[in-house]
């Protein structure tokens, strides 16, 4: 079963910047596609970005276009997500964890074993 923790949410406002990071067993991490997810009160499960095993390969959501950046460091077994120009809208519990190798688009999966509890992003003025 592979588990991935999230940290770094908080609360903000408006145009304000938060960084999350994903992190995972430095033994496994490499082998896996990473993606951020997020799910607001009354919502459904959204994908916001997702990066390939090498980090060649980035997706984001058309929301998010512009102002969050994905990156990845296999050494240290990270996946971070800088958020910039943050908006009421991006209001959400994250989460991340490997995504559906079979699917070519940021797929949510539990394959590998059940996601983390998340990390609370509130944007409120």
């Known amino acids: 079963q592979v588990q991935f923790r999230e940290s770094g949410g908080g609360l903000v406002q408006p145009g304000g910047t938060l960084r999350l990071s994903c992190t995972g067993s430095?033994?496994?991490?490499?082998?896996?596609?990473i993606g951020w997810f997020r799910q607001a009160p009354g919502k459904g499960r959204e994908a916001v970005s997702c990066?390939?095993?090498?980090?060649?390969?980035?997706d984001y959501a058309d929301s998010v276009k512009g102002r969050f950046t994905i990156s990845r460091d296999n050494e240290k077994a990270t996946v971070d997500l800088q958020m910039n120009d943050l908006k009421p809208e991006d209001t959400a519990t994250y989460y991340c964890?490997?995504?559906?190798?079979?699917?070519?688009?940021?797929?949510?999966?539990?394959?590998?074993?059940?996601w983390g509890q998340g990390t609370q992003v509130t944007v409120s003025s």
């Open positions: 964890g490997p995504t559906d190798p079979e699917n070519p688009t940021c797929t949510w999966t539990e394959k590998f074993g059940s």
């Open positions: 430095p033994f496994i991490f490499h082998l896996y596609a």
């Open positions: 990066i390939s095993l090498s980090g060649l390969r980035i």
